[in-house]
Antibody, heavy 121, light 108 residues
Framework: EVQLLDSGGGLVQPGGSLRLSCAAS????????MDWVRQAPGKGLEWVSR????????YYADSVKGRFTISRDNSKNTLYLQMSSLRAEDTAVYYC??????????????WGQGTLVTVSS | EIVMTQSPATLSVSPGERATLSCRAS??????LAWYQQKPGQAPRLLMH???TRATGIPARFSGSGSGTEFTLTISSLQSEDFAVYYC??????????FGGGTKVEIK
């Protein structure tokens, strides 16, 4: 059974940093591209970032480029999102999401339960 | 960036009735469209990809159609568990991957 467990969210001050993690199980993690998608309170879904399973290529939304870094450790079956220079508008539930596959389908068949990031002083 | 526009924002439907949800892309995306269902407090669930292919385990009362810029998700006979928010997502031109603003299907 595929499982994605998001963690690392919390309250952080504007300008601060936070690292999110997503522990994956039930599939061959390194074979799949993985993404982060966020949802501000009461709002819709916003794609944040993607990392290739094949070569580690990374992609970002303009709203987070230069501030967020996606990475993965295939030996630990874990996806990360390092967030820095956080702003109030980054407040959201962050979901990790698995690409349906194979080979960059670019839509998501499994999602984590989400972890809430609140940026506030 | 491709902008996805969903309509209506809210759809009031009685159980057993048909629901038709629309999604429009700002430029052609071929059939590279997915639909998701999200219930309060839960993560989204994949319903449909490639515009009309049901994801694993999705009941046959859900169907998708369209290509280019106009797409439709139809729920043939609404069940109580279908009341939720539905999002479309294009994956033809990226980055970024983009979602519509959502349609909330509520009980009439």
């Amino acid at each position: 059974e595929v499982q994605l467990l998001d963690s690392g969210g919390g309250l952080v001050q504007p300008g601060g940093s936070l690292r999110l993690s997503c522990a994956a199980s039930g599939f061959t993690f390194g074979d799949y591209d993985m993404d982060w998608v966020r949802q501000a309170p009461g709002k819709g879904l916003e794609w944040v970032s993607r990392i290739s399973g094949r070569d580690g290529s990374t992609y970002y939304a303009d709203s987070v480029k230069g501030r967020f870094t996606i990475s993965r450790d295939n030996s630990k079956n874990t996806l990360y999102l390092q967030m820095s220079s956080l702003r109030a508008e980054d407040t959201a539930v962050y979901y990790c999401a698995k690409d349906r596959g194979p080979w960059q389908s670019r839509h998501f068949d499994y999602w984590g339960q989400g972890t809430l990031v609140t940026v506030s002083s | 960036e491709i902008v996805m526009t969903q309509s209506p924002a809210t759809l009031s439907v009685s159980p057993g009735e048909r629901a038709t949800l629309s999604c429009r892309a700002s430029q052609s995306i071929s059939r590279n469209l997915a639909w998701y269902q999200q219930k309060p407090g839960q993560a989204p669930r994949l319903l449909m990809h490639t515009a009309s292919t049901r994801a694993t385990g999705i009941p046959a009362r859900f169907s998708g159609s369209g290509s280019g810029t106009e797409f439709t998700l139809t729920i043939s006979s609404l069940q109580s568990e279908d009341f939720a928010v539905y999002y479309c997502q294009q994956y033809n031109n990226w980055p970024p991957l983009t979602f519509g603003g959502g349609t909330k299907v509520e009980i009439k």
